[in-house]
């Protein structure tokens, strides 16, 4: 059975596809309105061993799981890496359709993960709310705080966002229409909380299909919240060979640019990844850090603060154990053990 490779270009109304040999042969080009029947007619209709390639964004997830029981191959590509279309001057859906077959033919592209489980990318859309909502309450807040500094009132603690507090502040703003402005964000805060509060007990709900997320409490560190976004954003523990692997996607690896043995610069930690991962870690080690008891967690920090002279170090250091464990565990169905060596 021949393998054909297929790029599509995916757009909220129409949709492009190209398909080639292992040889690089175009065996056809077409375009047609986005709807999941097509798209499902579109690669069905191609007789061979269908490989199909898509660049991640806001449709890749929906016409991943569309396409998979049809195919034997569907990669959702990242669209970063592939310069070869973002920066041609030539451009077109058909035209990076054709490219998105071609590497894909080629092995040239950084697989996206998608899971496969419609109910647990539910779930991750769940977290994913509470995290935003989290963000827009913080983003709120700072807002707040500005106001009333441009006002000449200073507020240093968290104090403000009481009513007590806010009347307080709000007395020495002089500008009755700024106190009003300021009044409707507080307002507005008010509903923001409520949400985030709302999101919050969604999230703890469906957390308990997973038991694994109950295991992940037991760990120093880790709430019924952190222990959820792990599970959301992880999504599977098989999808990563090593806990290294791990390290890099949380933004925790480390880069290490040389040449002929030569470094181009100096190390530093790798940005591409998630950065709700390595924000995970770093909150839950800002807790264990905080635990009367003494625990693994601790002793690694001790460790490796005695090792390296390097407060930041041994806190990274940390972090990356942390990781460790909760995939260790996921992926070996094991509790958590305070002797634990991930």
């Not at 807040?141 to 441009?150: G, I, P």
């Not at 966002?161 to 020495?172: C, H, N, V």
């Amino acid at each position: 059975m021949k393998t054909v490779y297929v790029g599509l270009d995916l757009g909220s109304t129409v949709c492009a596809a190209a398909a080639m040999d292992k040889r690089g042969k175009v065996l056809g080009q077409v375009e047609f309105p986005t709807s999941m029947q097509n798209l499902i007619d579109c690669v069905t209709s191609i007789r061979g061993e269908v490989h199909v390639m898509i660049e991640e964004g806001e449709l890749s997830g929906w016409a991943y799981r569309v396409l998979a029981p049809h195919v034997k191959r569907v990669v959702v590509s990242d669209p970063k890496r592939n310069a070869w279309i973002a920066k041609d001057t030539v451009k077109g859906d058909p035209v990076d359709a054709l490219k998105l077959a071609e590497l894909l033919r080629l092995g040239s592209f950084r697989e996206v993960f998608h899971p496969d489980d419609e109910e647990m990318e539910a779930f991750k859309k769940a977290v994913q709310l509470h995290v935003e909502m989290g963000r827009k309450v913080a983003a709120l807040k700072n807002q707040l705080k500005a106001q009333f500094r441009r006002e000449g009132v200073i507020c240093k603690d968290r104090s403000v966002y009481d009513p007590e507090g806010s009347e307080k502040a709000l007395e020495k703003v002089s500008s009755p229409t700024v106190r009003e402005v300021i009044l409707q964000n507080f307002s507005l805060l008010d509903q923001m909380e409520g949400a985030k509060k709302k999101a919050e007990k969604v999230v703890v709900s469906l957390s308990r299909r997973y038991p694994i997320i109950s295991a992940f409490r037991k760990v120093p560190g880790m709430g019924p919240i952190l222990s959820a976004r792990f599970v959301a954003y992880i999504q599977t523990p098989h999808r990563f060979h090593r806990k290294s692997k791990v390290w890099k996607y949380s933004r925790l690896g480390v880069t290490d640019r040389s040449s002929d043995g030569k470094p181009l610069e100096r190390k530093r930690l790798d940005h591409a990844g998630n950065g709700i991962l390595k924000d995970l870690s770093r909150k839950a080690f800002n807790a264990a850090m905080k635990k009367k008891e003494d625990n693994l967690f601790q002793r690694t920090y001790r460790n490796s603060l005695k090792a390296t002279q390097n407060a930041v170090h041994a806190r990274l250091t940390t972090q990356r154990k942390i990781l460790s464990v909760l995939w260790a565990m996921w992926r070996n169905g094991t509790e958590y053990d305070d002797g634990y060596r991930a």
